[in-house]
């Protein structure tokens, strides 16, 4: 597939929004006229590898565009099959690196409603300058086991397609390995249960009429505003304790829902023990979620405060920052 082909896909994934959604079968079928919706044309052929037969029986109620409803099938077939999910509901967001789909569950897991975070295909991801994040990481393979076979890390370090492939999935795996760990923590993340090659399912936060806001567009009571905010702090803390930085952390990576929160989208962790910027990418993700409780009248000096922190849990900086 070339990259127009992709760019052309790519933009029939974000075309899609909540009204396309609730277009009836009839609509739909207009809309692309002449093809079956089971059928890949040639440039989706590529993409897709072949179906397990009995990923072939998982129907969306969830209405999807033709390549949408392919790469559904492509990245969340085996967690249909193992039984961990048995309906896609509905989109929740497409983020700049994955969209996230509410799912109901099947018979292997006792949570009711999934969220499943899918991938972009590697080609039309849009990376949060990954290099940046994955300086001092080891990749990990499909097991989350770090990556030792020769044939494997030549491929990494040539940059061969399948080294891009590789690469995507420890992405995705260094995701889940860190919601595993923090959830074990009792941090405040959503669960998750299962990874395959492009998807990650997971505790959905919400119930089925509305998912969770994201921190950034709530207004908070000014009484639940302090302890949310020392509930982040802990949060982070804990992190540090698993020597874990988020990277990407501020009222946008955070859920809201009930008056709990709940942080998330974690594949750019950075570690403090070996990353070269581990604390000016801790103090970035303090000072962001600071500002954003300022104005919810919570005031805490950031700097001082990522710098108790950092130091407390046994590490040095080398030069003090001012992160923006
Ligand atoms: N477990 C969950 N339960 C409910 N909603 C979720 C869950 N995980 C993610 N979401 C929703 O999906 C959105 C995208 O998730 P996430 O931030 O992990 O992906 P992303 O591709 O990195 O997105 P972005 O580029 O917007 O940061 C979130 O902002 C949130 O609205
Ligand atoms: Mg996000």
Redesign the pocket.
Known sequence: MDTKQYLHLLDELDDLDQTEALLDKSKRRNKYPARNPRMPDDATRDFVHKQDDSSRNFKFTYQTARFEEWWLLESLGAFYEHRWVSDVLSR??A????S?YLCTSGTGVHDRLL?A?VYRPRQLRNLKNDALYRMGRTDLDEDGKRIVDYGMLKALHRRTDYGEELRHQSWIVYEFQTLKTLRGAGADV?EPYAVEHNAIL?????DKNS??L?LNTVELESAEAKPLFQRVIHNIELMLKHHCVHGDLSA??I?YWNGDIAL??FPQVVSPDVHPMAWEIFLRDVKRVCQYFRPQGVQADSQKLARDLWISHGYRISKDVQAR
């Open positions: 929740v967001k983020g700049k690196e994955a996230v969220a975070k959503p997971m505790g959905y936060i919400g998912s969770a994201t946008y990576n859920l998330i989208d």
